[in-house]
Structures are given as C-alpha cells and as structure tokens.
C-alpha cells in the first residue's frame, strides 16, 4: 500500500480510536459492497467520510464495462466504437424519430447504447475505432439478456483522446450473449437454426412480388406470359434480401412469401400494389421497416453464387423494443 493510503488510513484510526485491522476490514467489505466498483482509494476516502474526515477525493475512475450491472445511475465510461449502425428513423405520433445503435468495447467486454433523436447529431459523424466518453449514462437489462446503456436528458456523450484497448472477439462471446438459447450474428455457421433479435438494416432486391409461370417457375412478362407456356396464371412469390443487424453483426438474409408477409404485416396482393411504383427502400422506410426490431427465426445456409452465408429466414415477430427503452427513459427523468 502506498504512503498516502497509508497515511489516510492512520487518519481513520486516529480519528475513530478503532484499530488498524478494523479499519482495514472496514475498508474490505466497502469494496466488496460495491463490488470492484470503487478503487481502494474510494473505499477509504467512504469509511473516512463515515468517520467525519475530509480526506483528499480520490481521483474519479472510469467504470470498466464488466462492471457495469443493470439499473445503475451515473455511469461514466470511456470507450471505443466497435461497431456503428445505420441510422434507422420512425414516426412516433407526429415527430419523425431517429436511433442509432453502437457497441462500445474496452479491455473488460462490450455493450451496447441506443442513441435517440437530438443525440443521434452527437455520434452521427463517428465512426468505428473512435473513442467516446459518456457522463452520466445509465444501465439496463435490454433484450438477450444483455446489458445496455441509456442516456438521460442529464447524460453527456463526446469525443475523447484516450487510448482504449478493446478484447479479443474470442473471449467477448459469454459476456455479451448470456442467454444461450439466442445467438449472435457473430458466431453462426452453416446449418445453424438460429433465433435472434435484431433489425433489418439493408435491402437488396428491386422488387419484392415477382410472377412466376406455375408450370416451369419462370418469371412471366407484365401480360403474365411465360416464354414457354404462354398465356398463364401466375404464381406469386415475394422475396426480400437484405442484411439482419443484431446489434453484434450482420448476415445476408433473405425472406421468402410467409416470412415477407409476416415482416409487412400485408398480403402479397397488398404488397403487390403498394410497391408497383415505388423503390423498394423507400417504401420500407415508409412503412418504418427499418426503424422496428424482429425476433426472427431461421436457418444458416451457403449462397451457392457467392459462397457467403446467409440467414433463410422462416418466422419473423415484432418487437417493441423501441417502447420500452423509451418509457424507461421517461421513468428516470420524473
Ligand atoms: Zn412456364
């Protein structure tokens, strides 16, 4: 221990005419209180404090991110972006909304925060690698079982200097995934059926509803022709591509008719006239697509053209995730 712990700890004993030993056990079981939360320094500067000393303020340390447990207030926290999403927008009542997701590291583990609406201007220009300070951040128990940082009206979020190292990807898997029964993006492979929460973060495809000649699945011309069979009456199959985001990492996905029905919430017929002239971005962004979180249910499978992965997705439900984080930023500000 050195001489200034040294020297505040006689202080206490002086002070409380408890022995050393006490003092120290006292000391100890603050700690252990806050479990690895205050340094030695904050423990003593608190059993001081109790005892009606002023001694000097430890200097205030940054929380390490395995630290960080749900529901707590008036977190600070250095650390580096390791991954940014698209911004995602949404209309709530008459005010168009907007988030942004970011996974921060540091040499402990990673976490997520959504940044909402007027903060989204803070990080927009961010990007990976870049280290940000949070004040007065927040904690809570998101979706997975993960834990996710809020800001408040009170907290703060800038760009900082520090240096941040961040762990290994091997080693972050058990701490940002607690709940096995879910997977991450970051870890799937081939033939993996797989669950997990996230959103869509990008489209591929032109169109969505393509006519198919029921005899040979070939696409049938607008007069619904098949260049075999002639005049025909068309099966429709509906397919979207895109990328899922679970926060963690993304995966080439495809939706296929039940699944594209499901992501809607329409029929194909529906979907058929409503996307007849429109580009296909756009029109999910009008249906605020983008801006909601799935549950979404699905097989891995090699694309056999460009031997990349990708999610062949089978169930798809709507979260409310959105609602939630919100109303719990609402409770705090009261
Ligand atoms: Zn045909």
């Not at 206490?12 to 700690?31: N, R």
């Not at 600070?76 to 698209?86: G, Q, R, T």
């Not at 959103?199 to 075999?228: F, G, M, W």
Request: net charge negative; aromatic share 4%; glycine share 6%.
């Amino acid at each position: 221990m050195d001489d200034k712990k040294t020297a505040q700890i006689e202080e206490i004993v002086q002070k409380t005419g408890l022995k050393h030993e006490d003092i120290l056990k006292q000391i100890e079981a603050k700690e252990r209180e806050f479990e690895g939360l205050v340094s030695r320094d904050g423990a003593i500067y608190m059993i001081g404090k109790e005892a009606g000393l002023d001694l000097a303020k430890p200097k205030v340390e940054n929380l390490k991110i395995k630290n960080i447990v749900p529901n707590m207030r008036q977190i600070n926290l250095v650390a580096k972006i390791i991954f940014i999403s698209p911004i995602r927008t949404f209309k709530k009542g008459d005010a168009d909304g907007k988030v942004l997701n970011l996974t921060l590291g540091d040499t402990t583990g990673t976490i997520s925060i959504s940044i909402w609406n007027e903060d989204v201007e803070k990080v927009k220009d961010l990007t990976t690698e870049d280290v940000i300070e949070i004040k007065n951040g927040y904690s809570k128990n998101g979706y997975l079982g993960k834990i996710e940082l809020v800001l408040t009206s009170r907290s703060e979020i800038e760009k900082s200097d520090e240096m941040i190292d961040t762990q290994e990807p091997a080693q972050q898997k058990s701490k940002t995934y607690r709940n096995t029964t879910q997977h991450s993006l970051k870890t799937i492979k081939e033939f993996d059926n797989v669950k997990i929460k996230g959103c869509l973060a990008s489209v591929y495809e032109k169109k969505i509803v393509h006519n198919l000649c029921p005899e040979c699945r070939k696409k049938t011309d607008d007069a619904n022709n098949c260049q075999v069979h002639g005049k025909v009456i068309p099966t429709k199959f509906l397919i979207i591509s895109g990328t899922i985001d679970d926060g963690q990492g993304r995966v080439n996905a495809v939706f296929f008719n039940d699944a594209v029905e499901s992501l809607l919430q329409k029929k194909a017929d529906e979907i058929e006239i409503d996307t007849k002239n429109t580009q296909i971005t756009k029109y999910l962004t009008d249906e605020q697509i983008f801006a909601k979180d799935f549950e979404i249910e699905g097989t891995i499978k090699k694309n056999r053209l460009t031997g990349s992965e990708e999610l062949h997705i089978r169930v798809v439900n709507e979260l409310n995730i959105g609602t939630e984080i919100k109303d719990n930023i609402k409770e705090l500000e009261v």
